[in-house]
């Protein structure tokens, strides 16, 4: 597969911005949880055990907006403001996990290559020169960055807990897995992640995964295909789409692809985060991905659950689309797409949600019809993003982007998708 680089032009419009995040109880805390919270900054345990903790309970402690919900987990997310700080260093992103309503992950990511403050490209490049040497001088500044943090965390939490222990966790192969320093603390293991030049995270996990190295058990084929069926949704109004596909918000950063990926794998099953996997797939600093070299790094992953990387090198025209989206299989597509037209999606997708007279908007679309035959593809705007859906009856393709709960669902006419499309699509089977 050809290497393209996806430089995600469109950047991600709604992320949210923590400027503050509630302490920890001080004073007299001498429960080992209390100290933990204390350790962390944040009062993440109520007592011993934060995995019988429903999802939305640590979530509002912690002010932590939802960030995707399906029928089988919750995410939640935070981009956190410029003067918090936590374990001694400022956190960027802060997420957490809950599968079937209870705690089953939490993750701080600190120092970054892609949401160090300046990096990002997904914003208007035709910003003042003010903006542009911030970004020099994070360009320049961010592996200094990621090494300190690490230096940071690693002293704080080794002074609390004591000596740690490196292992390898994760699935895969290169940049699928990571080697970490672990600490254990009752049922919770810590874990702390440096790779070079890529990204400082502390993750808490259950002790038993930790023990398996973050090893997931794979999904028996019969039982996916059943799955993914399932979740196809039939409208009256002639709309087919998959649905339970998870929602990653990317920051204000190009990760569209590390994202994408994520939430691609997590529906199918396979533990994913965009962080190890801008790793995976050559990210560059504040975005840019070589989907080649994600595609490569990644297929083992996908191999080890019984599962396959297909590469779709056909226009995205429903009658080749649909034979996935009925099996509940969304596509990821790549798209090189002119910003202005893209982001007026949004505003069509409101007015598509009031609609009644669906003889009348497919009538409706007939000038978009024709405008996608002005439309031209903008190397600038190289990103990926899923086919989720299709409409026989308005000719219309369903897309989602990993820019939040607002981007989740979005139409464009078969016209234009093919006016912007990249020539090919991937798709994970069995």
Same mark, same amino acid.
């Given at each position: ?33 209390? /100290?933990? +919270? !204390?350790?962390?900054?944040?009062? &993440? $345990? ?7 903790? %429903?999802?939305?309970? #640590? ?122 320093? /672990?600490? +254990? !603390?009752?049922?919770?293991?810590? &874990? $702390? ?7 400082? %995270?502390?993750?808490? #996990? ?225």
């Amino acid at each position: 597969m050809r290497a393209v680089r996806g430089m995600c032009a469109c950047a991600a419009l709604a992320c949210s911005a923590v400027t503050n995040m509630p302490a920890a109880p001080q004073g007299a805390a001498t429960a080992a949880w209390q /100290r933990l +919270n !204390a350790l962390l900054g944040l009062p &993440l $345990l109520q007592d011993t055990n934060l995995w019988d903790d %429903a999802g939305h309970e #640590v979530a509002a402690r912690l002010h932590l907006p939802l960030e995707s919900r399906t029928s089988y987990q919750t995410s939640y997310r935070a981009y956190a403001g410029p003067a918090v700080r936590l374990m001694g260093a400022r956190p960027y992103s802060i997420a957490m996990y809950a599968d079937n309503g209870r705690v089953a992950q939490f993750s701080i990511v600190f120092a970054n290559k892609g949401d160090i403050e300046g990096l990002s490209v997904g914003g208007d490049r035709t910003g003042s020169r003010e903006e542009a040497r911030t970004r020099r001088k994070a360009l320049q500044s961010y592996q200094d960055k990621i090494r300190a943090d690490a230096r940071t965390i690693e002293h704080t939490l080794t002074a609390a807990l004591g000596k740690p222990i490196a292992v390898s966790y994760g699935e895969g192969a290169r940049g699928t897995t990571e080697r970490v320093w /672990r600490w +254990n !603390a009752g049922v919770h293991s810590i &874990l $702390l992640a440096s790779p070079k030049d890529e990204y400082v %995270a502390v993750r808490i #996990v259950p002790r038993s995964v930790a023990d398996k190295e973050g090893r997931s058990e794979r999904i028996a084929d019969a039982a996916l295909r059943d799955m993914l069926t399932n979740r196809v949704q039939r409208r009256a109004n002639g709309d087919v789409i998959v649905t339970d596909i998870p929602m990653v918000d990317q920051g204000p950063k190009g990760f569209c692809v590390p994202a994408t990926w994520e939430r691609y794998l997590r529906y199918v099953g396979i533990p994913a985060d965009m962080y190890v996997l801008a790793m995976a797939g050559e990210t560059a600093a504040g975005g840019g991905t070589y989907l080649s070299a994600m595609q490569d790094n990644v297929s083992k992953l996908v191999t080890r659950h019984g599962r396959r990387i297909v590469t779709i090198e056909r226009p995205p025209k429903i009658r080749f689309v649909r034979e996935y989206i009925d099996k509940g299989v969304p596509l990821m597509w790549t798209l090189l797409v002119p910003r202005t037209f893209y982001m007026g999606l949004s505003a069509r997708a409101e007015e598509r949600r009031a609609v009644t007279d669906w003889s009348a908007w497919r009538k409706r679309l007939q000038a978009a019809r024709v405008n996608a035959e002005t439309l031209r593809r903008d190397s600038e705007g190289a990103h990926i993003c899923m086919i989720t859906g299709y409409n026989l009856a308005t000719c219309e393709i369903a897309t989602s982007d990993s820019w939040g709960p607002g981007f989740e669902e979005r139409w464009m006419t078969e016209a234009e998708a093919e006016a912007i499309s990249a020539a090919y699509m991937l798709a994970i089977m069995w």
